[in-house]
């Protein structure tokens, strides 16, 4: 047996040299400093473990992304980060690397890139059910939309399908002139560029669009069919932000990010050169000269910051300008006026300072001014149109929580406007949608300037009167300059909650818009001309059978009656006016009604999502002399499905297929021959008793994203109809009326587009 001392020695020793091998480590030991970000998006992702193994360590990130790991020991280790909605990060590192002890970035990629948000809006940022948005980031990549939101408004129920080349929104059986567009609340001329392929905003710039129909509230107003509206959203204050895209139709850039503390910027533009396809294409056209081919430009710019605790300030800006122009070496249809040099030439452009103001917890005040300039020009040979307008927009909203069941908003909604208008045109007539040639028509020359007011005020209330019922009591007060006019227009809705899934809803009220400036000037107009009126009634109901879960379905169907009258129509009376026999021009004989259903059914089961919707309806129309007949804008069935389904490694398929009743048409029998001018003037027969042939059309689209660390490539392809289907969109006659041909809508249109974004 051992001595225990000696025993006691060894255990030391042994001891000793364990401590000693360890020494070496420990004085090894690293700390290290990092960022972890989403990948290609570079957002910082808070509240996330972090580990580094096998050393078993663990770090969880601050509201920057910030992470410190203490006690790295030397040699290999990997750092692992395992999250909800992303790939799995398995990373190997070493302190002894060229990186030392450098702070580390780490990227996480998320197992998709495409946007999973609702498409339409249920109840987020909602005042008025009449209103149906689309989520912009959803909408611009939606099939047919071609990158573009605002087109996606098309594919909802009570929305006319355009016609090739169309650029105006047509809403639940009204007409064209009866819808207003309106960026962050203040009166734009149009919404599209030429053709209709793109609008007049970059899509990157928007938020949401908004589509308001029948029924909507008094906070809005001078239109007797509906309203589109856009809504810019607040630039990105944590870095600074941009992207390029270019596709076969146009191009385009834009930047945004922090100006100090409290504020951030977005600046985009973007340039088309379609034209240059097409003026290739009818290079070697004998009869067709396109000199300068179309295009368009827009710029957009916003401002947001901060001012006070209280305060909010923004500024917005938006510029457009459209061009065209050819020549017409032979006389279209034999018409003499319709040859020699075409151009046009359309632009405006808005600046809209917004202030917001919290008063205390139950009120708020809103700001907002809108001025700018509008132009139109167009020329052909001797003629010519020219308008210049000077337009400045105001609202101004105070919103109050009386208490917790009663909410008020009262505000104003003011236009006035600056016109200088110059023409040398012939009189154009067009009943039933058959335009008389050019040359028939008897030359004006005019020149007018003249000033505008429209002046409006509203009340608008929100009142729960028992948690299943409420109702939303308003009044809007309409004064128009031109026809010296004021216009009390009551407005109603009413809603009740069968359940917390399951809700009914009704509206009404009467509506009214301002004449067009050339019914209502002197000299080509009428003076005494009246504004169009109209009633609007809708009920409706919501189910969402998703019951509180994300997947499932969500249907939302109604029916819509419209009755127009006092409606603006040509006539060619003559009148007694300040003591002189005049012509009348024009009068307010027009009347109309436009009813039907509608219905959407919207679907989500990730990773597949889409909607259906369909309208069914009737619009008609009565003008002197003439019986009932169709509205030229009356499409019967109107049916719209949309799906799309996301892929691994960040593909995405989607697809639309429409059916649209053909529009109606009026027939033309034969053309009686005008001597004085060398023409042959149609002989109509009913107004729109005709029909063009029902509209079908297929439409696919591919995205596929490529996720860099710092940056995201994206690609698409969007191809409208697919199956290169001919469909009828106009008749189109020769000379003397004899003979008739169709004209086809577009081809198959593919659009390729490429984008780089940071």
């Not at 020549?327 to 405006?348: E, I, M, S």
């Not at 929100?462 to 006019?485: C, H, I, M, N």
């Amino acid at each position: 047996m051992r001595p225990l001392s000696s025993t006691l020695i060894s255990t030391f020793l042994l001891a000793a040299a364990l401590l000693l091998q360890q020494l070496p480590a420990y004085s090894a030991e690293t700390t290290l400093q990092g960022q972890l970000l989403e990948r290609g998006t570079k957002k910082p992702l808070a509240d996330v473990n972090v580990f580094v193994l096998p050393a078993k360590l663990k770090a969880v990130t601050d509201g920057h992304g910030n992470f410190t790991v203490e006690h790295i020991p030397e040699g290999e280790f990997q750092w692992v980060v395992n999250l909800t909605g992303y790939e799995k990060l398995e990373k190997t590192d070493d302190v002894s690397s060229k990186l030392g002890t450098s702070p580390r970035q780490l990227y996480l990629q998320k197992s998709s890139y495409e946007v999973y948000e609702t498409t339409v809006y249920g109840k987020v940022q909602k005042r008025d059910d009449s209103t149906r948005s689309l989520k912009a980031s959803v909408a611009v990549a939606l099939p047919g939309s071609g990158n573009d939101p605002i087109r996606a408004v098309q594919n909802l129920p009570g929305v006319n399908r355009p016609a090739a080349f169309q650029s105006q929104v047509i809403i639940q059986g009204s007409a064209p002139q009866d819808t207003r567009y309106l960026i962050d609340g203040h009166e734009v001329p149009l919404i599209f560029h030429f053709g209709g392929l793109s609008s007049v905003i970059l899509p990157e710039a928007l938020d949401r669009v908004d589509y308001l129909a029948a029924g909507f509230d008094p906070d809005s107003g001078r239109a007797i069919g509906g309203l589109i509206g856009v809504w810019t959203r607040p630039p990105q204050k944590d870095r600074l932000h941009g992207f390029a895209f270019v596709d076969i139709f146009n191009s385009g850039a834009a930047i945004e990010g922090p100006v100090g503390k409290d504020s951030s910027f977005l600046l985009g533009v973007r340039k088309s050169y379609v034209g240059e396809v097409l003026k290739a294409a009818l290079k070697n056209n004998e009869d067709f000269n396109l000199t300068a081919a179309p295009s368009f430009s827009d710029v957009t710019g916003v401002y947001d910051t901060r001012l006070t605790e209280r305060d909010e300030f923004r500024l917005v800006t938006d510029g457009s300008i459209d061009t065209l122009e050819f020549l017409l070496k032979q006389p279209v249809n034999q018409d003499p006026a319709l040859r020699g040099t075409f151009y046009n030439k359309t632009a405006f452009f808005r600046v809209i300072p917004e202030l917001t103001h919290r008063n205390s917890e139950r009120t708020t005040t809103r700001y907002s001014l809108g001025f700018g300039r509008d132009w139109i020009k167009v020329l052909l040979s001797d003629d010519y149109f020219l308008l210049r307008t000077y337009a400045l927009t105001s609202r101004a909203e105070l919103e109050t929580a009386v208490n917790p069941s009663w909410t008020t908003y009262l505000g104003m909604d003011n236009r006035s406007s600056w016109n200088e208008v110059d023409l040398n045109l012939p009189v154009f007539y067009n009943p039933g949608g058959v335009a008389n040639p050019i040359s028939s028509g008897t030359k004006q020359l005019l020149s007018v300037r003249e000033t505008r007011h429209q002046l409006g005020f509203y009340s608008k209330n929100q009142v729960v009167l028992t948690p299943k019922w409420s109702v939303f009591p308003g009044v809007r007060l309409d004064y128009y300059s031109a026809t010296k006019e004021t216009l009390p227009q009551p407005r109603f809705s009413v809603r009740y909650a069968l359940s917390d899934s399951l809700n009914f809803k009704a509206k009404g009220g009467l509506y009214h818009q301002p004449p067009r400036e050339q019914e209502s000037a002197v000299k080509v107009g009428n003076p005494d001309i009246r504004s169009p009126r109209a009633w609007h009634a809708t009920f409706g109901a919501q189910k969402d059978f998703r019951e509180g879960s994300s997947r499932g379905f969500n249907l939302e169907s109604g029916t819509f009656y419209r009755y127009f009258d006092r409606l603006v129509v040509p006539s060619s009376a003559l009148v007694t006016r300040d003591g002189i026999l005049a012509p009348e021009n024009y009068n307010n004989q027009g009347k109309g009604r436009a009813f039907g259903l509608e219905s959407i059914l919207r679907y989500d089961f990730s990773p597949w999502t889409g909607w259906i919707s369909y309208t069914l309806s009737r619009s008609t129309r009565w003008q002197p002399f003439q019986p009932e007949s169709l509205s030229q804008y009356d499409q019967t069935h109107n049916l719209n499905l949309l799906g799309s389904v996301d892929l691994p490694r960040n593909w995405k398929i989607a697809g639309r297929l429409r059916f649209v009743t053909g529009n109606p048409s009026t027939p033309i029998s034969d053309g009686v021959y005008d001597a004085d001018n060398d023409v042959y003037i149609p002989v109509r027969g009913v107004y729109f008793s005709e029909r063009l042939a029902p509209f079908y059309q297929l439409d696919i689209r591919v995205d596929k994203k490529w996720i860099h660390d710092r940056w995201i490539l994206s690609m698409y392809l969007d191809i409208q109809n697919v199956t290169n289907r001919k469909n009828v969109e106009a008749v189109q006659y020769s000379y003397d009326y004899r003979a008739r041909a169709n004209v086809a809508s577009l081809p198959i249109l593919p659009t390729l587009g490429i984008k780089g974004e940071f």
